[in-house]
């Protein structure tokens, strides 16, 4: 679920980064890059810049690249700037979502883009600073917002309804005790407001059973609430769909995930933007065809070499899609993609979708 965005080694030598050695290990990185095939004097977008590690490594992978690089989080963008000088003006730093991607490339004169690359979740320098409130290994404020601004971990847990908690915790985190936890948090608190990390962990794990070697009881809710104080997959659609408006014909558009609602977003999207129009005959006269505003360039998901994994053990989760940009014109935003990115809105009821693929569908899955 982190991403290890950031720079760090490319296969086991270090990366010789321009702006200074880098703090992380980006995932996938040569993968990365074989997807998006930087060009010499290509527009690039990197809409998760972290660390920078994906940066410089399209800053370095051919002559003349020019990149903008967006980030949400301010403490990125503060430390970002010594890559920004060294860079010598092929690089514009943004502080901005990524969901916005189409916006603040137009600003900054690239459009169109060469090449997308997205690295979605949470980085690895969230994660590390307890005081983030990303991580319950870790005891902190129960934060987890990437911005810095806006509404909190701890606002959700103190001041939604049960059934939005509930809902939050099923939908993102495919958390089967929902309404356990839900119940848990609200008799919490009556008694005293949940403030830390640690205090959300423990009321948890009392209520999950920890399984053998599996990973804390608290993991699924942690990234539900993340998610949830994030907009990460709403972020994730509009980005996809963005991209599909701003790359050229033959731009590559590249996305690593690290859990399956993201992965299954990415995965729907390229799959309906690589096909024809369902449902619609080319033979009709008169009927309209939307033709393949994509071409996939992975046929199935790149994961991690054994040799990263040694390297970087954050990397086991990561999955790696591709796609590029026809000629064909760009689509209307796709309905049933933007759904898997949203919770239940009949009145909030707390019942799981019928939609197979989602949590509560006939596969077994029980209601939150």
Do not use: W
């Amino acid at each position: 679920m982190t991403t290890g965005r950031g720079g760090g080694q490319a296969g086991n030598g270090p990366v010789d980064a321009a702006g200074g050695p880098a703090r992380h290990i980006p995932v996938l990185l040569e993968e990365v890059l074989d997807a998006l095939a930087p060009q010499p004097g290509g527009s690039y977008l990197d809409g998760t810049f972290g660390a920078g590690g994906y940066t410089r490594a399209i800053l370095q992978a051919a002559d003349g690249v020019r990149v903008v690089a967006l980030d949400r989080d301010p403490d990125a963008i503060r430390d970002g700037q010594s890559l920004v000088q060294a860079a010598e003006g092929r690089l514009i730093l943004i502080e901005g979502r990524f969901g916005d991607l189409e916006e603040h490339a137009t600003q900054a004169g690239l459009v169109p883009l060469d090449g997308v690359v997205l690295d979605i979740g949470v980085s690895s320098m969230q994660v590390d600073q307890g005081e983030r409130g990303f991580s319950f290994r870790q005891d902190g404020p129960l934060d987890m917002r990437m911005e810095q601004a806006g509404r909190s971990a701890a606002d959700i847990v103190n001041e939604a309804d049960e059934v939005e908690i509930a809902n939050i915790l099923y939908y993102f985190g495919e958390e089967r005790r929902s309404r356990a936890i839900a119940r848990a948090i609200l008799e919490a608190r009556r008694r005293a407001p949940l403030r830390t990390t640690g205090e959300l962990a423990d009321l948890v794990a009392g209520i999950v059973r920890a399984e053998p070697n599996g990973p804390h009881p608290a993991t699924r809710s942690f990234q539900a609430l993340r998610i949830a104080v994030n907009d990460e997959l709403g972020e994730l659609v509009r980005a996809l769909h963005a991209a599909e408006r701003v790359l050229k014909p033959g731009g590559r558009l590249v996305v690593v995930t690290f859990h399956s609602l993201e992965d299954r977003i990415v995965k729907q999207f390229m799959a309906r933007r690589s096909a024809r129009t369902a449902g619609v005959s080319r033979h009709l006269p008169g009927e309209a065809v939307d033709d393949a505003t994509f071409t996939l360039v992975t046929r199935g998901p790149v994961t991690a070499s054994e040799n990263e994994l040694r390297a970087n053990p954050r990397a086991r989760s990561a999955k790696l899609r591709a796609a590029e940009r026809t000629m064909a014109p760009t689509r209307a935003e796709d309905e049933d993609v933007m759904a898997l990115a949203a919770l239940p809105d009949a009145g909030r009821s707390g019942r799981p979708r019928s939609k197979a693929g989602r949590p509560g569908s006939s596969r077994g899955r029980t209601r939150p």
